[in-house]
């Protein structure tokens, strides 16, 4: 199914969406920055907003045009809407001599993600893997996970940081979605909408439309293939499992440890990252201590601390440990990479570290050995 | 949501502590200490040799611990466990009645089926003597469907060396060939004393049709796994039990992992053959 | 019982040395007995003498004052006791006693140590060998220092 907007016809997204009661989560400008956060209505979107990115740097500035989704990607990814960054799992509190255990289910409201790039339906998949997928479920993730409603945005606007193209997650997204919009700017300012699911069938079938015709599909096209063209491929992923296996004392990692500050922001900011730390929290009368999970980052030395020490004390080790488990060892333990290329990690970090420059250079001395 | 999702086992039951209370404990040495414990309420867990609980103190917190008990005749849960942090400190100071918490069984068991009709090769270091204690009990119950049974213990000085007593009993009442020791001793001590791989070369087993169940600290399991090797006891045949830190127990938090391996999903036990060149890397 | 001679031949210690040499040091060579408790060596004394176990176990005990003394060392059967004979001053380093009762071939070290002097051949042949058990036992020892029992809490 599939159909065209007009640009106005996102303001009855939004409006159908709330009558349902659903709470729609979409991208909006705070802060100078683009971040997703509850809007009640389309003109909250960042119209007119463009990212410029580069490695450690981020501003927003005015586009020439009223794009609504004339952006790549803001700090925030969705992984703070599915896998909380705090959620208390458990009350256990004292009962005589024994303790009582209240478990905390998540109750969530219905969600519409308005405004979903491809790479990030990618990442919502992986997490998906990684979290419900395996022979535990995670329970909190499952219930905000099963009251989503993903309305993918294809992406025109590739920043300089960005490779999905590289991972294969993007620019068009090929499933994972409720709804996916492709945003034409060839002059009349439209979009191509297309349903992935029944769900998202009904709630086209609310929108004003009109239907697709060719030249809708070919400027569609056109879009995702000159962001896909603009970006190119700067991330070879063919053998990186093995490469970065090879290389796991590579000399590299003296370099990028020189670099790093270990201040755990990609792993923060990477919409794929799912290391969380399960922390008791006690209260003060001693009488009852909360479960709390909470997001947690390889880059920090507790993450590893055992009694008598870590095992990744120096910062290189961390490191290593971050860019072989997103382009090598996930694969071993859940069967699929653990990097959409994003970007995020380049740009959010405060000294510019690009993961697609340290695997460059790791590959570099492998071909000059071979 | 576009996708269908398989139903798996709920993290939140496996994230929940059930109340056990102590019913016995045992002070092993100066910082050891032996909890016996049974469920408040309903049956008991039950456990493989090999696989790990989380425990929890009341308002202190939970670490990962080995199961020690002798599953063979007693239900009861069994843990040794040595006061070295805020947690083990607190379950080391718990007393009779005391009530903890256990979630678990956690991870795979020792290959005490493949290991049938062979030779077993049991070598234990310091408090790694516990964790194998399940294991070392079923062949024992079972004595006829092994080989030669040959139990190794090392430990830094006779008083680290934990239910002493019980393994000495087991030389006195099985066929197995026990030897013990020490880094240092006293003019006391009657065993051998000197690094614990000085056990392997004179020991009595044959490297064709034998298993070898390692638990001990990691630098440990790698000069008695290498002394093994040099029994030509090949690396698939060797089996270790990993540690790293844990936080969830059921392959979720990410914690545990060392490369392509998460070891509360995947392990704890596992083939030397599978460890020795990530244990080869420094940090990994 | 094998004879003295084929004990020595077969003693990986001993491993490739010429049969004029294996006869040299069989000549030195007498089989020896302690009871168990009984002291082969203390600390200080002259090492004139060293051995190989063919039966029961010694330990190696320094003497700590105000305690009681460390066994620091074991010595199974099989292997050589005492290297101190070959190297100056030629005197034994720990307090050595039999734990149990022990069968030993005894060799006189200072007989031997005076015809490596004349002999370089032997000499190199020996102290070659004799360096491989120090070193065993350095290994052994630094090995020890990383207290490898002590972080572990399964």
């Not at chain 2, 934990?162 to 020490?182: A, C, G, H, R, T």
């Amino acid at each position: 199914m599939r159909a065209v907007l007009a640009p106005e016809a996102l303001e009855a997204i939004v409006e159908v969406l709330r009558r349902r009661d659903w709470r729609v989560v979409a991208p909006t400008v705070r802060d100078k920055a683009i971040v997703y956060d509850e809007i009640a209505s389309a003109a909250e979107l960042p119209i007119g907003w463009k990212d410029v990115q580069a490695p450690g740097s981020y501003r927003l500035e005015r586009r020439d045009d009223e794009a609504r989704f004339g952006y790549a990607v803001g700090p925030q990814s969705w992984k703070r809407e599915l896998l909380a960054p705090s959620a208390r799992l458990l009350q256990i509190e004292r009962a005589n001599e024994s303790f009582e255990v209240v478990k905390n289910a998540a109750e969530t409201k219905r969600t519409a993600f308005f405004g979903v790039r491809p790479c990030e339906v990618a990442a919502i998949k992986i997490q998906d893997r990684v979290l419900i997928g395996g022979s535990y479920t995670d329970e909190d993730y499952l219930e905000r996970r099963t009251n989503s409603f993903v309305i993918a945005v294809n992406c025109g606007e590739p920043a300089a940081n960005c490779f999905c193209a590289s991972m294969g997650t993007g620019p068009k997204a090929e499933d994972g979605y409720d709804l996916v919009l492709t945003e034409i700017l060839d002059g009349s300012h439209r979009f191509l909408v297309e349903a992935g699911t029944d769900e998202g069938a009904e709630l086209l079938a609310e929108l004003p439309q009109q239907p697709a015709e060719k030249a809708d599909t070919t400027a569609a096209e056109k879009v995702t293939d000159a962001a896909r063209k603009r970006m190119g491929i700067t991330l070879d992923r063919s053998d990186v499992h093995d490469l970065l296996l090879a290389n796991l004392e590579h000399e590299r990692y003296d370099d990028v440890a020189k670099r790093c500050l270990a201040c755990t922001n990609c792993t923060l900011a990477c919409p794929t990252c799912f290391c969380t730390a399960i922390d008791d929290a006690n209260s003060l009368s001693g009488e009852g201590n909360d479960r709390v999970r909470k997001w947690d980052s390889c880059f920090t030395l507790q993450y590893s601390e055992m009694h008598g020490g870590g095992t990744r004390r120096e910062t290189k080790s961390r490191y290593r440990q971050w860019l072989i488990h997103k382009l090598s060892t996930w694969h071993d333990q859940f069967d699929t990479l653990g990097c959409v290329g994003c970007g995020r990690c380049i740009t959010w970090c405060p000294v510019g570290i690009d993961i697609r420059e340290e695997v460059a250079a790791i590959r570099a001395t492998q071909e000059a050995k071979s | 949501m576009a996708q269908t999702l398989t139903e798996t086992a709920g993290s939140l039951e496996a994230m929940t502590p059930v109340p056990y209370a102590v019913t016995a404990t045992r002070q092993d040495t100066y910082d050891t200490w032996t909890l016996e414990l049974e469920p408040v309420n309903g049956a008991p867990i039950v456990p493989g040799p090999g696989q790990f609980n989380m425990l929890y103190a009341f308002g202190v917190g939970e670490v990962p611990i080995s199961n020690a008990g002798n599953f063979e005749t007693d239900e009861r849960l069994v843990h040794t466990i040595r006061a070295v942090g805020a947690v083990t400190k607190a379950l080391c100071a718990a007393e009779v009645g005391t009530v903890i918490g256990v979630r678990g069984p956690f991870g795979n068991t020792w290959p005490i089926e493949d290991a049938k009709g062979k030779d077993v090769v049991i070598v234990a270091g310091g408090i790694g003597l516990p964790p194998l204690r399940p294991a070392i009990y079923h062949v024992l119950k079972n004595r006829k469907d092994y080989g030669r049974f040959v139990l190794l213990y090392g430990a830094r000085t006779p008083s680290d060396m934990v239910f002493l007593d019980e393994v000495k009993s087991w030389q006195s009442n099985y066929d197995v060939d026990l030897d013990l020791i020490v880094d240092a001793g006293d003019t006391d001590w009657k065993g051998k004393v000197g690094l614990v791989t000085k056990l392997i070369p004179p020991a009595n087993f044959d490297a064709d049709v034998a298993k070898g169940f390692i638990v001990g600290p990691e630098i440990m399991m790698k000069f008695v796994a290498q002394e093994l090797m040099n029994r030509d006891l090949p690396a698939e045949s060797i089996y270790v039990s990993m540690e790293r830190t844990m936080r969830c127990g059921v392959g979720l938090c990410g914690h545990c992992q060392v490369g392509p391996t998460l070891i509360c999903r995947d392990g704890a036990v596992y083939t030397w053959a599978e460890v020795e060149k990530l244990l080869a890397v420094k940090e990994l | 019982m094998k004879t003295l001679d084929a004990v020595i031949a077969e003693s990986p210690v001993f491993a490739g040395l010429t049969q004029e040499q294996l006869e040299f040091i069989a000549g030195c060579a007498q089989n020896v007995h302690f009871d168990e408790g009984q002291q082969i060596a203390k600390r200080g004394d002259p090492a004139d003498v060293f051995y190989l176990l063919r039966m029961g176990e010694v330990a190696l005990d320094i003497d700590v004052p105000n305690k009681k003394p460390v066994r620091v060392d074991t010595v199974e059967p099989g292997q050589v006791l005492g290297w101190a004979w070959l190297i100056p001053p030629y005197q034994w380093n720990y307090d050595v006693t039999a734990t149990e009762l022990v069968r030993a071939v005894s060799f006189d070290g200072a007989c031997i140590r005076e015809k490596c002097a004349s002999d370089n051949e032997l000499g190199y042949a020996l102290l070659t060998r004799f360096s491989q058990v120090i070193v065993g036992r350095l290994q052994a020892t630094r090995l020890r220092l990383l207290d490898i029992y002590g972080t572990d809490s399964h």
